[in-house]
């Protein structure tokens, strides 16, 4: 047998292989959806919630969510429309693509992190704003961090916009002092978006995590001054 026909059978035993490993792989993980969209769903309808793809543009609302993720392109796994206090919300699932190389090398894993997005309407549109913990991350990285004045809510919380008489104005107390004192929001990302206010934090949607989220953007809905910010 010649060097290039003893290459090409190493080549197809490689890629044979490699399809055995990988197919079970992806079948486990789609099985794995599945499950997490039927737990999701009898949640959702257990407690008066739509679970679905009913805004395919979600991400759209959210312009931040790219740069928080790591990638131009998301895919939204799951959905679910609910209300916390009166106050409408949106929760779902985000991944990146794949690697752009995986089909040539092979890699095992074919699905990246997950994380969960919670979106609650703003009433009164203004400029961007993200609140994200002090550490190095997409969310923080090449962005200035603005200090507030306030020793605590600074060490927790990385604040970065284009607008920086705006988050001046924002953010004092009591405001900032329930912020820096809660741990879901230190836990979080917090984004104040053209229309919505988002929270993102890492991990896959569960009842759990939509409920938490959900809750603590309720709670932040309701103790911003609305009104303060039209004038």
């Known amino acids: 047998m010649s060097s290039g026909m003893v290459v090409l059978l190493l080549i197809v035993v490689a890629f044979a292989g490699a399809l055995a490993i990988l197919i079970p792989i992806r079948l486990g993980k789609r099985q794995k959806l599945q499950d997490t969209a039927a737990v999701l769903s009898e949640f959702a309808m257990r407690n008066g919630m739509r679970f679905g793809r009913f805004e395919p543009n979600l991400p759209g609302r959210a312009p931040d ?44 894993s074919t ?7 919670v979106l609650v309407p703003r009433p009164v549109a203004g400029p961007p704003l993200r609140l994200a913990p002090q550490r190095l991350s997409w969310a923080t990285a090449f962005r200035r961090d603005i200090q507030i ?81 039209t004038h």
């Open 65 to 108: 969510i790219n740069d928080i993720v790591g990638d131009p392109m998301i895919y939204v796994d799951f959905q679910i429309d609910g209300a916390m206090r009166g106050v409408p919300f949106q929760a779902f699932q985000v991944r990146r693509p794949a690697p752009r190389q995986h089909a040539v090398t092979f890699e095992v």
């Open 111 to 117: 699905r990246t992190p997950e994380y969960t997005v």
């Open 149 to 229: 004045g306030d020793p605590q809510f600074d060490a927790t919380f990385h604040v970065s916009t284009d607008t920086p008489a705006f988050a001046q104005f924002l953010l004092r107390p009591p405001l900032i002092h329930w912020l820096a004192a809660d741990p879901r929001a230190s836990q979080a990302i917090i984004v104040f978006e053209p229309s919505d206010l988002m929270a993102v934090v890492r991990g896959p949607l569960t009842p759990d995590s939509a409920m938490t989220l959900a809750d603590l953007m309720t709670d932040l809905h309701q103790r911003i001054p609305w009104r303060s910010l």
